[in-house]
């Protein structure tokens, strides 16, 4: 099986785009997104156009602040500074790589945590590691999509990452790890590489090494998620896997292009309205906020599904509360093995869904 990486961005951005619309009519205005970069790489340059492009795609306010490549960074942190304290803005992105005389961990650490859509302030890595609520960088938060939309199990299967980085490696390894599968990071001193490899029902590969990854390193049958973007001399875009060698082994495969790279960007999407939402219900009572979002998914007319905005994930007490809200039903529930009791019937376990009254 082919995981059309592409298929599924599209369509999830235009659920993002109807869910907009609805936060707008609601909260009189739309989710803002500011992209700043520096300088004019034209890799950078091809990336943030991508991600003004889908902001513009789903409604969002998106806006870039262009700099020069000799900026100083007292200037690039002031600018930052000053988005931080805008009341209207959700999301701060600053586009990698800077100019050398910057130093990206600062410009990093500079970003507001609760306005980090990428997923890279400490604060927000800090949260990740400790099973704490946080914002999940788009690559790895991607990767997780596409496993979930392929169909493909993780609890107890044997996971293996090709790659131990901060922005990918890592980060995906922590949230397959959540997900209860057995996990493994491999990198380049990893002995018979090919060998552990061979083990994993599910194999990510993000290495940055071209078409690396042979068939002599997946298991039949294995899921094969491949983050890697390299190009050939002959100017062909490819991937850490050799693709042609590997699809008929692999029981599912992502391409390269048109499989991780549109997730990257929906994902940058979806925190965004997930950092929008945070900042809108911020302050309000337990009770008034479960009472709020029934009320955005009746406005939404979502009833009885099971896909619900993934920043509720850290509100793990939501589950069966009735009797702690005086007998009024504030319309979430997660699934357990009393949701027969509850009326809920023909869920997974483990995912959010509404039970409107």
């Not at 690039?76 to 100019?99: C, R, S, T």
């Amino acid at each position: 099986m082919i995981i059309d990486g592409k298929q599924i961005s599209q369509s999830l951005k235009d659920a993002m785009k109807i869910e907009v619309d609805a936060l707008a009519e609601q909260y009189g205005r739309r989710p803002c997104l500011m992209v700043i970069i520096v300088g004019d790489n034209p890799a950078s340059r091809s990336y943030v156009r991508g991600k003004i492009k889908a902001t513009e795609y789903c409604g969002f306010d998106g806006h870039l602040v262009e700099l020069p490549e000799d900026v100083s960074e007292a200037t690039l942190l002031a600018e930052i500074d000053k988005l931080n304290n805008d009341p209207l803005v959700d999301g701060i992105l600053v586009q990698l790589p800077l100019p050398k005389h910057i130093s990206e961990d600062k410009v990093i650490a500079a970003i507001s945590a609760e306005k980090d859509v990428d997923g890279f302030h400490p604060e927000n890595v800090a949260r990740l590691w400790l099973n704490q609520h946080c914002i999940l960088p788009c690559t790895p938060k991607g990767i997780i999509e596409l496993l979930d939309q392929a169909g493909v199990e993780m609890a107890g299967k044997k996971a293996v990452v090709i790659g131990r980085s901060n922005i990918v490696g890592k980060p995906v390894a922590k949230l397959l790890l959540d997900r209860n599968a057995t996990v493994t990071i491999a990198h380049s001193r990893t002995k018979d590489l090919a060998a552990v490899c061979r083990e994993a029902d599910i194999l990510v590969a993000a290495v940055g090494r071209a078409k690396m990854v042979t068939a002599e390193y997946v298991k039949p049958g294995a899921a094969v998620i491949d983050v890697g973007i390299n190009r050939t001399e002959d100017g062909k875009l490819v991937g850490d896997v050799d693709y042609e060698a590997v699809l008929p082994v692999a029981g599912a495969i992502t391409p390269v292009p048109g499989g991780v790279g549109p997730m990257t960007i929906t994902m940058l999407m979806r925190n965004t309205i997930e950092c929008f939402l945070e900042r809108q219900i911020l302050g309000k009572s337990y009770v008034q906020k479960h009472f709020q979002l029934r009320k955005f998914l009746i406005d939404m007319d979502i009833n009885e599904q099971k896909y619900i905005p993934q920043y509720l994930s850290h509100y793990n007490s939501i589950k069966c509360t009735c009797s702690q809200l005086k007998r009024k039903c504030c319309g979430i529930w997660k699934v357990s093995k009393r949701r027969k009791k509850h009326g809920i019937s023909e869920q997974n376990e483990g995912t959010y869904i509404t039970r409107l009254q």
